[in-house]
């Protein structure tokens, strides 16, 4: 149980153009799902939290026109990196959790996006 | 102002042996701790959890010890096998408050050797 998809897992792309990520639930419903980006041999570092039906809550100095998180569903959040830059470049790991705190949280595989 | 400091960046043990992780952290506020396993190019997996109210909590081969008053976590692995070798790190949250957000450290590379 508790397994969570992400799609693509690997996407090239050219600067300036946008990509979507998405994170499913596969066997629960996940109210809460969190976006982390990792760099190379670094930490997970919290982008922002998705809440079904609400805005996302995004960290300090995360741009939020820059990335577009909707959770439109209960097993299903999608985040957008919009006119991508190869600054942009890294590994994105989305997680979800059943409840909004409290309970642990269950990872995505990660998507690599390469940005040219 | 990282919360949660993991110090050593790798460790190597012989398979067999025990491993031990540590975690140090710097919220007294903290009351949920994790500890994730992690390969190149994966997603974090779920290893063990504790609760600020225990100070050990045992699953098969791993155990984690939290010292409150130290602001201390290990991870304690044994007996140490070869597909152990991953980045583990641990994590903290404040559990009811902050919508569940978790604060990871760096990680701890370790190395089984055969």
Not at chain 1, 92 to 108: L, V
Not at chain 2, 34 to 52: D, V
Not at chain 2, 97 to 113: C, D, W
Request: charged fraction near 20%.
């Amino acid at each position: 149980g508790a397994v969570v998809s992400q799609h693509p897992s690997r996407v090239i792309c050219k600067s300036g153009t946008s990509v979507k990520i998405e994170c499913r639930s596969l066997d629960f419903q996940a109210t809460t799902m969190f976006w982390y980006r990792q760099f190379p041999k670094k930490s997970l570092m919290l982008m922002a939290t998705s809440n079904e039906g609400s805005k996302a809550t995004y960290e300090q100095g995360v741009e939020k026109d820059k990335f577009l998180i909707n959770h439109a569903s209960l097993t299903l959040s999608t985040l957008t990196v919009t006119s991508a830059h190869p600054e942009d470049s890294s590994f994105y790991i989305c997680s979800a959790s059943t409840g909004g705190s409290g309970e642990t949280q269950y990872f995505g595989p990660g998507t690599r996006l390469l940005v040219l | 102002d990282q919360q949660v400091k993991q110090n050593s960046p790798s460790l190597s043990v012989q398979e067999g042996r025990i491993s031990i992780l540590n975690c140090d952290y710097t919220n007294s506020m903290f009351d949920y701790f994790l500890w994730y396993k992690k390969y190149p190019a994966e997603g974090p997996t779920f290893l063990i959890s504790i609760s600020s109210i225990k100070d050990k909590n045992e699953d098969g081969r791993f155990t984690v010890f939290l010292n409150k008053s130290a602001k201390h976590l290990s991870l304690h692995i044994v007996p140490s096998q070869p597909g152990d070798s991953a980045v583990y790190f641990c994590a903290a949250s404040v559990r009811y408050n902050q919508g569940g957000k978790l604060i990871f450290g760096q990680g701890t590379e370790l190395s089984v050797k055969p």
